[in-house]
């Protein structure tokens, strides 16, 4: 077995005996992974079914118009573009068809859960090329739509993209209608995170408020990594060109040739979603989320907001002056996957967190149900108290060589290595078998 190969089994291992509790990532399906590593792949077909600029698409046109319908079929959308290569290009691209450089666009800030693509400022194309405002949430770590409305009144976007990464209640997606509307602004639903729950209806779907929806394919949804733009009813109703500015965007604006394979990926992937037992999927990842958020409450960790209403919860480190690196490298240790991430109000620098991020997609795939979450909850608590004396300096500059010290001392850190043991143990019980 060559190095490569060696490597690509050793996280197969990895994935296998962990917990998987980012909630950005997700087990894609063996008929999934089949489709990515198919013959597709070798084929170039830049532009659009029936339109393309290269010969011998027959086959791809069907696959790719396949694709398109059943998205269109589940979504109950007018238009659908499955080229998208990613979340963070096909938001991109939903700009570029939409906007002029300098035009005003509003997002939710990332500190506050929002994404980097939402407009960033200064660092992201986003946040360089258009002008970003950002609203953020209030002192109780809530969206607060009357603050919005006012910020959308003052700033007039014409553009407002809302989603998020780490917000961990519902959105109220009538009132952003009704806020983007004061404005005549354009309404764009990122719905990365959620698009999984949104099919299994636990989670609120902004098809009918919203001129254009995003989606990635490789969370909920439990696709490949590629992405997916829709048109609604109301987009096309707000300007009927609007299909064909999205398309042109894609390609010729931003893309080549799309990835085939991930076309044919995405089309399984929406196959398998189309079905009662994804439905029972997206519920139970919900109710899992709930209880796990109670077990950790209950044990005395904040979160942000208090609870969660969807698949994700991010925990508030800054009462036990812990800083989100330390978490999630004894996090890790000891067997359970998470990232650090910010919370509302952080006077912390992104790289360095006052929080860990962490949800229930990829643990309710392998089967692991509401009493599997109260012992994960239990195993979060004893790892945070096991390293509630290990702050990170103040010192900026001694902060990296800090963490590299501390990565070197847990590796053999019996207490998070006999919780590791555990959480092999009970995956046993629960293979990667779908």
Sequence with gaps: MNK??????????????????????????KKVRAMLGSVLTNKYSEGYAKKRYYQGNKFIDEIELFAIEKA????????????????????????????????????????????????????TFSGKYFRSVQFDLDDAGRLNYA????????????????????????????KFAQIAESVNSWLVADISHVAGLVLADTYPSPIPHAH???????????????????????????????????????????????????????????????????????KQVVLNAKKLADTLVAGGIDLVCGTTECHLMVIDLRTKELSGNVVAEALEIAGIVVNRNSVPKDNMPPFYPSGIRLGTPGVTSRGLGETQMIQIGKWIIKVI??????????????????????????????????????????????????
Excluded: C
């Design 4 to 29: 490569l190969m060696q490597l690509i089994k050793a996280e197969e291992t990895r994935q296998k005996e962990t917990l998987m509790m980012i909630p950005s990532e997700n087990y894609a399906s």
């Design 72 to 123: 269109k079929e589940l979504f109950e959308v007018e238009h659908v573009n499955v080229q998208p290569y990613s979340g963070s290009p096909a938001n991109s691209e939903i700009l570029f068809a939409l906007l002029s450089p300098g035009d005003t666009i509003m997002g939710l800030k990332l500190s506050a859960g929002g994404h980097l693509t939402h407009g960033q400022p200064d660092i």
């Design 147 to 174: 603050q919005i409305q006012k910020l959308a009144k003052k700033e007039k976007p014409k553009l407002m993209i809302v989603g998020t990464t780490a917000y961990p209640l519902a959105f109220d997606w009538k």
């Design 212 to 282: 254009v929806i995003i989606t990635t394919t490789h969370k909920t949804l439990r696709g490949p990594r590629g992405a997916i733009i829709m048109v609604t009813k109301k987009g096309l109703k707000k300007d009927p060109e609007l299909a064909s500015k999205i398309d042109r965007a894609v390609f010729p604006g931003m893309q080549g040739g799309p990835h085939n394979n991930t076309t044919a990926a995405i089309l399984q992937a929406l196959n398998e979603a189309d079905s009662a037992s994804f439905r029972k999927y997206g």
């Design 385 to 434: 108290d096991h390293v509630s004396d290990v702050k990170l300096p103040q010192d900026q500059a001694q902060r990296s060589p800090f963490m590299k010290e501390f990565k070197q001392k847990i590796a053999q850190d019996k207490y998070l290595l006999d919780i590791a043991l555990q959480v092999k143990k009970m995956l046993l019980k629960y293979p990667l078998n779908f």
